[in-house]
């Protein structure tokens, strides 16, 4: 991942980076923790979480208690993805421009083209910190 600001790679980053900050923290500090392809759409979403408040978490996060954030990246129109090698390691490295998504770890690799990446708002959730 390189060091620049992710979000303009969305469509409109605003919700993102209201709850996130502006710029938001590099995508290697939160966990990819889904991958869901959808053939019938043509799209891939990326689910992000991470422990800790973001920047601008709102006030009724912290009423509640909420100590992590989670995040999805809605990618559509996606073409020419290519899958290389398969494991339960995590995704260490995720890359992203307007038109190019990649992902890459131990042992695997996820590239594919898209037409739009679209952000859900960010979400305020309760997580343990045991292992």
């Not at 053939?39 to 509640?64: D, H, M, N």
Request: one cysteine or more; proline letters at 7%.
């Amino acid at each position: 991942m390189t060091i620049r600001d992710w979000s303009f790679s969305i469509s409109d980053p605003r919700s993102l980076r209201e709850v996130l900050g502006t710029p938001p923290p590099p995508l290697t500090e939160y966990e990819l923790v889904s991958f869901h392809i959808d053939e019938r759409e043509a799209s891939v979403a990326l689910g992000f979480f991470s422990i800790g408040q973001p920047a601008g978490a709102a006030i009724t996060w912290q009423e509640k208690g909420h100590n992590a954030v989670e995040f999805f990246l809605v990618c559509t129109g996606v073409e020419r993805l290519s899958v290389e090698g398969w494991s339960t390691e995590p995704f260490t490295s995720v890359s992203l421009t307007r038109s190019h998504v990649e992902l890459s770890g131990e042992g695997k690799r996820i590239s594919f083209d898209v037409a739009e990446i679209r952000a859900d708002a960010p979400i305020g959730r309760l997580a343990s910190r045991a292992p």
